[in-house]
């Protein structure tokens, strides 16, 4: 699977530890960094560039890791066809794949251990859309409030 990644100052170094855990799993990885810590920059960035990877169909999900997860889910969010999934357990993580056909993991680094990140993020990665009707007719409409901004 395609992946598109980036992080800022406050998601490093689990940005690192996510990337090398997908690697190793076989998964291509578009890393839009951030790989030092100790500079400070700015979320939206990173959102923007992993929102647009989305968007141009250069890779088929995407992940965000700032302190908190909020701001990177709120920034990532206001992207057309960007369905960003703040999840601290795997549960949601699944589920936002499965019944929401979400395709941004957002994750709060100084929230979620290492270890649980890991998990969410495998989660995330194995689950698909289940494409049932009740489960399209609900994305449907939330596609309808999306397009909503251009009237």
Known sequence: MRIAIG????????????????????????DFGTHD??????????ALAVGQAIQNGKVDIGIIICGSG???NVA????????AALCGDTYSAHQSREHDDCNV????ARV???ELALEIVRAFVRARFTGEE??????????????????
């Open 112 to 114: 979620v251990g290492v």
């Open 7 to 30: 992080a800022d100052h406050g998601g490093f170094p689990l940005n690192e530890r996510v990337i090398e855990e997908l690697r190793a799993a076989g998964h291509e990885i578009e």
């Open 105 to 108: 993991l957002c994750l709060g």
């Open 134 to 151: 009740r489960h399209r007719r609900r994305l449907a409409k939330v596609n309808e409030i999306e397009m909503m901004d251009d009237e």
């Open 76 to 83: 990532a969010n206001k992207l057309r066809g960007v369905r």
């Open 70 to 72: 909020v701001g990177a």
């Open 37 to 46: 810590g100790n500079v400070p920059d700015d979320y939206p960035d990173y």
